[in-house]
């Protein structure tokens, strides 16, 4: 019986969806941070459930040779990179085999074919978008959250995120410290800087500054906005006020305070405004990998209607739209689809329509009271995959083709079933690794009427 605080040499036999070891000591599994199938490590046991157990390792006795040195001294405390110790080529195997195998496992797809996963040629600084949390700790600390916690690791240079934050976060750090600015707490709900938001146009090189606040103003901001404005590429600096006791990071309102309410980004030949509160992709390199594959599988000619759920602020619709005759988005959030028009109109696409709702309420209903169809339906949901209400509805209005887009790949296995049971048969899988070192996987799965 394994129990807590013992010390185990064991053999790490698999890995689990987000990247940890996986040991078996008499069919009993325990789950290892930072190591790799065929290694054999010395853990201590931290934790013993009924079912499983969590340990930490403490000794490699002997080494995969798909081990590497993390770049970052915290990669094994930060929550952002779970795999730093794995090599790059290594991740990409990984990453395929892990949508294989829940294709299998939960699909029931016993031969189904998994295509190489689309990676990075340089799998560094790729994230356009970084949110700091700001606290205290004998001083004023910035950096990231440690794993499944809200402990803060004071930290400035993040190897994921764009190169210049290092520069625009230490220029806000010293604001707030130099002003005797307070950080918030979660703990008694006061201070005023809760986090540091900034975002980069990764094509056009335009830099936006939002600071989350607890309050209606930030104390001095004109000396931080003539700070910021000396960094070339600052286009937008705002505010946003958040005073909820929650651990919600962004409020409903925002304030802006220099310049304009949205910089600009491009996928591919569409651009796109992006506001503070706007959902955007956080590597537009392997967006456009990802969209374009989307594109390939529908296959489009000029005079397909396809319908685009879950569409978010159109990034993919408007890709869409340049091969289509008609294209409609539907999504949840008002905001989004504001966006969303916006940015038809900021391209001149006047052939896409969106419709703010629930998929699952505003197909069923187009399909039933209006008698809309579509020769192709693209879902791109979140990680809890597709409600069953669409899933019926796409199988009644029976498009030729279903193109799913997927960030997990368990409900994405487990809908793919769903539409597989009803007439639809997989043709086509493959996975595009849009956030390196992390254990997720984005996948695009092609599905044919039968």
């Known amino acids: 019986m394994v129990q807590k605080n013992q010390k185990l040499v064991v053999e790490i036999v698999d890995l689990s969806s ?40 403490i000794n490699i006795i002997e080494a995969s040779p798909d081990r590497v040195e993390p770049k970052c001294p915290v990669a094994s405390k930060c929550g952002g990179c779970s795999i730093q110790h794995m090599s790059y080529d290594c991740q990409l195997r990984y990453k395929k085999n892990k949508v294989y195998q829940n294709l299998k496992r939960i699909g029931g797809f016993d031969n189904i074919e998994v295509e190489d996963t689309i990676g990075m040629d340089e799998p560094f600084y790729y994230r356009n978008k970084a ?13 990231f959250y440690a794993a499944n916690s809200h402990r803060i690791i004071d ?27 307070t950080a918030y707490d979660e703990t008694t709900g006061r201070g005023i800087v809760r986090h540091i938001l900034i975002r980069e146009g ?28 000396e960094i070339p590429g600052m286009a937008s600096i705002s505010l946003n006020i958040n005073k909820k006791r929650s651990n919600v990071i962004l409020g409903d309102k925002v304030k802006t305070i220099w310049g304009q309410e949205y910089i600009t980004d491009k996928i591919g030949d569409i651009s796109y405004e992006i506001s503070p509160l706007s959902f955007f992709q956080v590597n537009p390199k392997q ?20 319908w685009d759920l879950y569409c978010g602020i159109g990034t993919i619709s408007l ?38 709702g629930k998929a699952e309420e505003v197909l069923p209903e187009q399909y039933e009271k209006n008698q809309v169809y579509a020769d192709t339906i693209v879902v791109d949901p979140p990680r809890k995959g597709c409600d069953s209400v669409c899933l019926d509805t796409i199988v009644k209005m029976a498009p030729e083709k279903v193109v799913y887009v997927s960030c ?20 086509r899988v493959k996975t595009v690794d849009m956030f390196p070192w992390s254990g997720h996987v984005e996948t695009v799965v092609l599905m044919s009427r039968k």
């Open 18 to 57: 987000e990247g940890a070891g996986v040991a078996k000591v008499e069919g009993y599994p325990i789950f290892v941070k930072d190591t790799l199938v065929g290694e054999k490590v010395e853990i201590l046991v931290l934790r013993a459930n009924k079912n499983y157990g969590f340990g930490k390792a």
């Open 408 to 427: 997990d790949s368990a409900t994405l296995a487990r809908d793919v079933k769903y539409l597989g049971e009803r007439g639809y048969e997989v043709k």
């Open 287 to 306: 967006t456009w990998k990802l969209y374009s594959k989307a594109l390939e599988y529908a296959d489009l000619h000029g005079e397909e209607t396809v």
């Open 131 to 143: 949110q700091y949390p700001v606290g205290y700790d004998k001083g004023i600390i910035t950096g």
């Open 202 to 229: 990764h094509f056009t090189g335009e830099i936006m500054v939002c600071l989350i606040i607890n309050g209606q103003d930030l104390p001095h901001q004109k000396e931080l906005i003539e700070k910021l404005r």
């Open 319 to 356: 890709f869409l739209a340049q091969n289509a005759k008609k294209v409609y988005g539907v999504e949840i959030v008002p905001q989004a689809i504001e966006d969303a028009r916006r940015n038809a109109a900021l391209n001149n696409i006047t052939n896409a329509e969106f419709f703010t």
């Open 155 to 181: 930290f400035d240079n993040c190897y994921i995120g764009s190169k210049r934050n290092r520069e625009i976060l230490n220029v806000v750090k010293n604001f707030i410290v130099e002003n005797n600015i």
